[in-house]
């Protein structure tokens, strides 16, 4: 039998559908959880990430409801039993999140979005929130990383050929162009999220034609934009002199934008091709490259005085090629007992990295008034208050690592973007939440923001917070002693 693939309620982990049917069998499905999502450690050695993934996550949870088929595969081929399945039919997701907003700048260990829902339902819309969050902050932050070596210069995303499958194609464009990327080859990604899309040609246009001159000559007939790939046989010899020659013979008749560099001495060829194109009064006419680029391959051109002007990235880009995962996490850290009282919870480990931080918590950037710098984000436990001037910031694994800040705001970075289910915000434009990247990176001193070995960015504890977790850790290890 096949069932239609009409909702995304079934994109879970079954683990989660057993434990909803584990509290709801025992009665507890309705008491109040709070979730956290974040991750331990910011990804390809940068020194922040750029958090994405909201936009996809309000469609997620406005649709939140099995449907038809839902129910019928999970009572045919899961087996869940008849009373338990008329619960999940009439289930929606009832609870409130908490979330900074897409283009933030987020570091390690701390909560990027906060769930507060009866327990079944928060733990049913772990799998893809993580799933979500997991790749779009990836793209988003690699593509910032990338956009950070190339500057004001424009980086085109070519990706989709080499994603991992569509999805990752078309979310991973979106990423890209929050990290700072200006345009996409994935003529759906422009359709569905209003992204300037662009493009050369490729090889094969010349090897149909199998002569370079014709194949630009059809080329210019046919486009008024033209990008001519210059490297299919000889890129100095035959490529940049056939587009040149081309260009003067359609005169006005076409715009020639630019030649494309797909192989080779990336910085000897585009220093070469400049000199050609301006002596032939081609000076506005740009230089791409391609290439398996990333940014340590650009960085090296930009050191070797390249010539380039427009960088296309594709599969270092939409695959993350150096890391494969972000990693970040969905863990419990207050849970409603039988007496209606939130009771903390935490999470133990050998490794004091991955204790968890209980309770339920705010996250403010404390920015320096006198600079107007971040000094570092503070999380404290959501029933303070910050009032309390000078702030003591200290290292939540290394207390002793502390300093105390004077002059400052500080700005808390959630917002509640669900109330009872229902949306609470406006999705703000896709070139709004660029902006705003560019924006809070303004904010950081660029000891964090340089590609290799930035400094940590402070992500400190409140001391109320940090209290607490050094007495959950104690409380939680003596009880596990006297078992
Ligand atoms: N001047 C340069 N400095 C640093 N890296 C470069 C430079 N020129 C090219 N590169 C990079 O080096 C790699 C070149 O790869 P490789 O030599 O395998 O391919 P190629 O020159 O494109 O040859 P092919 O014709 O097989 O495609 C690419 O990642 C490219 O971006
Ligand atoms: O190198 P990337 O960063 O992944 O960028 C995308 C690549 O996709 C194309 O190559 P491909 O060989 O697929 O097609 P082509 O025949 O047009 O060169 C293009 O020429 C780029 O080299
Ligand atoms: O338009 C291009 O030049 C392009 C598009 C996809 C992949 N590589 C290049």
């Known amino acids: 039998m096949n069932y239609a693939d009409d909702s995304l309620m079934l994109h879970t982990d079954l683990y989660q559908i057993n434990m909803m049917e584990t509290y709801w069998r025992d009665g507890i499905h309705k008491r109040k959880a709070v979730f956290e999502l974040y991750f331990r450690k910011l990804p390809?050695?940068?020194?922040?990430?750029?958090?994405?993934?909201?936009?996809?996550?309000?469609?997620?949870?406005?649709?939140?409801?099995?449907?038809?088929?839902?129910?019928?595969?999970?009572?045919?081929?899961?087996?869940?039993?008849?009373?338990?399945?008329?619960?999940?039919?009439?289930?929606t997701f009832s609870g409130d999140i908490y979330c900074m907003e897409e283009g933030e700048l987020v570091f390690a260990n701390e909560p990027i979005l906060r769930v507060e829902a009866p327990i079944a339902e928060a733990q049913l819309i772990e799998t893809t929130l993580l799933n979500i969050v997991n790749y779009q902050t990836l793209i988003a932050t690699k593509s910032a990383r990338m956009k950070q070596v190339i500057g004001d210069q424009t980086a085109m995303e070519f990706g989709t050929r080499r994603a991992q499958e569509m999805d990752a194609a078309i979310w991973g464009t979106r990423a890209a162009f929050i990290g700072g990327f200006s345009a996409t080859s994935n003529v759906r990604a422009?359709?569905?999220?209003?992204?300037?899309?662009?493009?050369?040609?490729?090889?094969?246009?010349?090897?149909?034609?199998?002569?370079?001159?014709?194949?630009?000559?059809?080329?210019?007939?046919?486009?008024?934009?033209?990008?001519?790939?210059?490297?299919?046989?000889?890129?100095?010899?035959?490529?940049?002199?056939?587009?040149?020659?081309v260009a003067k013979e359609?005169?006005?008749r076409i715009r020639f934008k630019g030649i494309r560099l797909d192989s080779g001495d990336l910085a000897y060829l585009s220093k070469k091709a400049r000199e050609m194109l301006d002596e032939a009064g081609y000076k506005d006419t740009k230089i791409i490259a391609s290439n398996d680029l990333d940014e340590y391959t650009i960085m090296n051109l930009l050191a070797e005085g390249a010539k380039i002007d427009i960088w296309g990235i594709g599969t270092k880009l939409i695959t993350a090629y150096d890391q494969a995962a972000l990693g970040a996490v969905y863990k419990l850290v207050s849970f409603e007992s039988e007496n209606g009282v939130m009771e903390d919870t935490i999470k133990l480990s050998g490794n004091p990295e991955k204790i968890s931080t209980p309770g339920q918590k705010r996250v403010y950037r404390i920015i320096n008034n006198e600079n107007n710098h971040a000094e570092g984000d503070y999380i404290t436990l959501a029933s303070e208050s910050i009032t309390q001037e000078p702030l003591k910031m200290f290292h939540p694994i290394h207390p002793y690592l502390n300093k105390v800040v004077t002059n400052y705001r500080a700005i808390e970075l959630h917002q509640q973007v669900i109330k009872n289910g229902h949306v609470q915000i406006q999705t703000p434009e896709l070139t709004a939440i660029q902006i705003k990247v560019k924006e809070n990176l303004k904010f950081l001193w660029n000891e964090y923001k340089r590609t290799l070995n930035p400094e940590e960015y402070p992500v400190d504890l409140s001391k109320a917070c940090w209290e607490n977790k050094r007495n959950y850790i104690e409380k939680m290890k003596a009880k596990a002693n006297q078992n």
């Open 190 to 245: 422009g359709k569905i999220f209003r992204i300037p899309v662009s493009g050369t040609h490729a090889h094969a246009l010349v090897q149909a034609y199998q002569d370079e001159y014709k194949a630009f000559k059809s080329y210019a007939s046919t486009q008024t934009e033209c990008v001519f790939l210059v490297d299919t046989y000889d890129t100095l010899r035959s490529g940049v002199p056939n587009a040149i020659k």
């Open 44 to 91: 390809f050695g940068n020194g922040f990430a750029v958090f994405a993934g909201l936009e996809r996550i309000l469609n997620y949870i406005q649709n939140c409801r099995f449907t038809d088929s839902d129910i019928a595969y999970l009572r045919n081929e899961v087996g869940y039993k008849e009373d338990f399945l008329a619960y999940l039919k009439n289930l």
């Open 250 to 252: 359609f005169g006005d």
